[in-house]
């Protein structure tokens, strides 16, 4: 964070073991700035652009130059950023397809062109918490802030967001080696 005493970062994302990027706030949950290092922490660039999207940080696959942080994307290593149109948080891909995954408001949204362009997939009944894509068996869940879990079967006749009424869930993983396997 450039604090000595660690700061307030939200998002971080590591680009390469020497590039993170994250959004630093001065208060708790505050608006956040993009920040990032090209050293590994030795000194911080501060960008002077506001982030007030969902505070995460995620990349492509396979593409180390490329970025998001909340509603922002770079392509060059965190030297620029642009504010991407449709999409205020990028959560999950694809591992087959490389297919991303993301929010903006209440809206699931997907990319299949590294995050230039975002296409609208399901409205979530409320504020959406957190995605995580099997891509095993072609289901996107989904947690609410209310704490409910949902899925979103690519497979089925007429997909749509099915509400799993017995479970309260925050965040949500798929085992990566059992995709069966659901932590919650």
Request: hydrophobic letters at 30%; charged letters at 25%; a negative charge.
């Amino acid at each position: 964070s450039g604090e000595t005493w660690g700061g307030f970062t939200y998002g971080s994302y590591a680009l390469t073991d020497q590039i993170v990027c994250a959004a630093k706030s001065n208060k708790w949950w505050g608006v956040g700035e993009i920040v990032y290092t090209t050293d590994g922490g030795k000194t911080v660039n501060y960008t002077g652009i506001e982030v007030n999207g969902k505070r995460v940080g995620y990349g492509v696959p396979g593409k180390k130059n490329i970025a998001f942080l909340a509603e922002h994307r770079t392509d060059d290593y965190c030297q620029t950023w642009t504010k991407m149109d449709g999409c205020t948080g990028v959560l999950t891909h694809d591992t087959k397809t490389d297919r991303l995954f993301g929010i903006d408001d209440l809206w699931i949204v997907y990319s299949d062109d590294e995050g230039i362009t975002w296409t609208k997939l399901v409205e979530a009944p409320d504020k959406i918490f957190d995605l995580e894509y099997n891509s095993r068996d072609d289901i996107l869940y989904v947690t609410t802030v209310e704490r409910k879990l949902y899925y979103y079967d690519f497979c089925s006749k007429e997909p749509r967001l099915v509400q799993n009424e017995n479970i309260l869930a925050g965040g949500v993983c798929v085992d990566p080696q059992n995709p069966s396997i659901i932590y919650i």
